[in-house]
């Protein structure tokens, strides 16, 4: 059998006609590797279209049923059906195959020092001259110093320190979520025996330019599945957590608020409030920091939404027709926004509590598909959604109405949020392909597509947090990602000095 170029479908149609008169030569040609020579193809002295890596840039082969083409070994294989057989070729398979190539690719050119801008001509010193002839708002040019800082963040692992040395995290993170001064992040594991762990880690910024990581001494086991979590303030700035617990067997679920200061043994404080609410399936839950409905909490069940004041445990249930997967308070009112299971994104002021029936409802609009993220910005006027479809768009609440769209972002059914950072002008976003983007807020331009240090799959989708001042008022701007059993740092800085100088 001879191998050569793909030159066309002419070479095929003679193929074709001489498989129909010999009937050995139609076995051969229907085994796992296809002749497609043509006349003055030599097998040892390729083509040029030959020696090209990718032959689908010149001339694609057409797609035959039941078979798939590789460029690189330049013939055809056979799909086997299903998964009975010994290593089978499968499409899954091969597409789970290109896009590991693709992730190794990507995370060398990642590890590159320099990167390019994703504005074309945009470099420190050209913005610094516009800035200093007063051709850039001081506004715009503080957008774009940032936008050149993220595409030249660079990873670094970060060692956890802990009280207990001789137990290692064995466990994959499932979720991050940071404070409000982005001091302490707690943390969701899974455990292998279907449940999970949860506990606090404890960021401190250096004066010698690095980060140190301290994992607190009390880590907390269950058997229930973790589907929301929020800071909650109830005796002081994030002094709680508040943990939505699906319930599983005879373990009915429930709503936990739960003391930070549990999770140390070194702090002489008392634990403080300890709550549990008996909610059960919430899907997702938000804490209200508006004084007008001071120390309320809300959580979104299947086709009700459930508000309840943490000290009095007085309720108000809204009955809805959806399940409402993400919620957020406002800031500057006690305006509740939810996302539905149905694409609805409605509001909720809390202070209208008599009206019945659905007259209780603000502001309304749709998405094509499940809301998995809501964030509203700091002015009240604007909210960004996520939806099961990949669509991330802000919204003017004053006019209902999408007035940008971010593209670029993967999701086909995950519940995956969203992440705002107002000062520095960027979202955040961690596709189902397990890859982070990042996109300038206020024209929606993507700036960096960060691969997963780890191979993707389902259940090794990074978390991430990104702050200005990680690690509080001495902090280090940069994004923190979790993912597998690892914690990586991504710098603003090209200095930063790492705790053991192991990179990444």
């Known amino acids: 059998m001879k191998r050569g170029n793909w030159q066309g479908r002419g070479d095929w149609g003679r193929a074709d006609q001489r498989r129909h008169h010999n009937p050995g030569r139609q076995r051969e040609l229907s085994s796992h590797r296809f002749e497609r020579g043509g006349p003055g193809t030599s097998q040892n002295e390729p083509s040029p279209e030959t020696a090209s890596p990718s032959l689908s840039q010149s001339s694609p082969a057409p797609e035959l049923p039941g078979f798939y083409f590789d460029p690189e070994k330049n013939r055809y294989f056979r799909l086997l059906p299903g998964h009975n057989n010994c290593n089978p070729l499968t499409r899954e398979g091969i597409q789970q195959r290109e896009q590991e190539g693709r992730r190794v690719r990507l995370l060398e050119e990642d590890e590159k020092p320099r990167k390019k801008s994703s504005r074309a001509g945009l470099n420190s010193t050209i913005l610094l001259q516009k800035r200093h002839l007063g051709l850039v708002p001081e506004t715009s040019y503080c957008r774009l110093i940032h936008e050149l800082k993220v595409s030249s963040m660079r990873r670094h692992k970060l060692e956890v320190q802990s009280s207990d040395s001789s137990s290692p995290n064995t466990d994959n993170f499932k979720l991050i979520v940071a404070d409000s001064a982005c001091e302490r992040v707690f943390t969701v594991n899974d455990v292998e ?66 003391p930070a200061s549990l999770f140390s043994n070194s702090n002489p404080d008392q634990p403080g409030m300890l709550c549990s609410f008996k909610i059960s399936t919430a899907w997702s839950c938000a804490w209200c920091l508006n004084p007008q409905a001071d120390k309320n909490f809300s959580t979104g069940l299947s086709r009700l939404v459930i508000v309840t004041d943490a000290v009095t445990g007085r309720r108000q249930t809204y009955g809805i027709n959806s399940d409402v997967l993400a919620q957020q308070f406002a800031l500057r009112a006690p305006v509740l926004y939810n996302g539905c299971r149905t694409g609805e994104i409605f509001s909720i002021d809390l202070r209208q509590r008599a009206r019945r029936g659905h007259g209780w409802k603000g502001v309304r609009f749709y998405q094509d598909s499940a809301i998995t993220s809501v964030r509203i910005l700091q002015d009240d006027n604007y909210l960004i959604a996520a939806d099961m479809l990949g669509k991330i768009k802000l919204w003017d609440l004053r006019m209902a109405k999408a007035v940008q ?43 960096r597509t960060i691969p997963s240090p780890h191979p993707a799959g389902k259940d090794s989708v990074p978390s991430v947090v990104f702050s200005s001042q990680l690690g509080g008022r001495r902090g280090l701007p940069g994004l923190l990602m979790a993912v597998s059993q690892d914690l ?17």
């Open 405 to 447: 769209q971010y593209e670029g972002h993967h999701n086909e059914h995950a519940y995956l949020p969203v992440h705002v950072n107002e000062q520095e002008g960027l979202l955040l976003a961690v596709g189902q392909d397990c890859y982070t983007r990042l996109w300038s807020l206020g024209d929606g331009r993507l700036l």
């Open 488 to 504: 990586y740092y991504f710098s603003y800085n090209s200095d930063y000095q790492e705790q053991r100088g192991a990179d990444a």
């Open 193 to 258: 025996h279907g449940g999970c762990k949860y506990g606090i880690m404890n960021f401190k910024g250096c004066s010698e330019g690095s980060l140190s990581v301290e994992m607190c001494d009390n880590l907390y086991f269950t058997n229930r599945k973790v589907n929301s979590i929020c800071w909650a303030s109830v005796t002081h700035p994030d002094s709680h957590v508040l943990l939505c617990l699906v319930g599983v067997a005879d373990t009915p679920g429930c709503v936990s608020l739960l």
